[in-house]
């Protein structure tokens, strides 16, 4: 059963615009994660938050974590024509002993050049 | 570092065949994964191995599904006899742990069509 489930499933923007991507999951996380899957290719992992983290940042990529709400938000600033893909938040749930990382079904983001 | 390596990249069949895809993970990763990714949807967990013993797989429907992973490295996954919903990209992926998170590293995916 997938844990997550992403809002928009699909975005369309102008190059430069932000795109801003959210998760809401059910069960209690150790983690969550975001991936990348451009088309024909493979899923990229672009950036963790733990539990106990509330923002994090990596270069033009801004994530939030919201444990009381089970929510996280993806935040895209100046998108590009090559940020066009599928993007996945995945959990990892809290009281697994092994590191089972469950996806949601994905938000389809077009950027327009 | 090498990648995740799997094949074939591509391969299509008859409903009832059996068919059989290889993974790879990157050296040194305990963990491995199995994904069923069909359309327009997000990765479904199949299986996962932690070195070469089973630690999760629930959704594996095992009527028709095996997997293995001999000497902690190398895997394979085996759908015998195949339907028509079994279409998908099946992906393999290998993680690491880092901090208090796990990383996971994913191979290109078998994308198979069931006719």
């Known amino acids: 059963s997938q844990q997550g489930e992403e809002d928009p499933q699909a975005l369309s923007i102008q190059e430069g615009e932000n795109a801003t991507m959210n998760c809401s999951y059910k069960?209690?996380?150790?983690?969550l994660q975001w991936y990348r899957q451009n088309s024909g290719r493979g899923l990229v992992h672009l950036i963790l938050?733990?539990?106990?983290?509330r923002e994090k940042h990596s270069g033009r990529l801004r994530v939030t974590l919201d444990t009381s709400k089970k929510s996280s938000s993806l935040l895209i600033t100046a998108s590009r024509a090559a940020d066009t893909a599928s993007y996945f938040c995945?959990?990892?749930?809290?009281?697994?002993?092994?590191?089972?990382?469950?996806f949601g079904p994905g938000t389809s983001l077009s950027v327009i050049p | 570092e090498a990648g995740v390596a799997q094949s074939p990249r591509y391969k299509i069949i008859e409903k009832r065949q059996s068919v059989a895809f290889w993974c790879n993970p990157i050296?040194?990763?305990?963990?491995l994964y199995w994904y069923q990714q069909i359309l327009g949807q997000g990765p479904k967990l199949l299986i996962q191995?932690?070195?070469?013993?089973?630690?999760?797989d629930s959704q594996l429907p095992k009527d028709r599904f095996s997997a293995e992973r001999l000497k902690g490295v190398d895997s394979t996954l085996k759908i015998q006899p195949a339907k028509l919903e079994d279409s998908a990209v099946y992906l393999c992926?290998?993680?690491?742990?880092?901090?208090?998170?796990?990383?996971?590293?994913f191979g290109p995916g078998t994308r198979l069509t069931v006719l």
């Open positions: 992926a290998s993680s690491i742990r880092r901090g208090q998170g796990v990383e996971q590293f």
């Open positions: 069960t209690s996380i150790n983690n």
């Open positions: 938050i733990r539990s106990n983290e």
């Open positions: 995945a959990t990892v749930p809290r009281g697994t002993s092994y590191d089972k990382v469950i």
């Open positions: 050296s040194g990763h305990a963990t």
């Open positions: 191995f932690q070195n070469n013993g089973v630690v999760d």
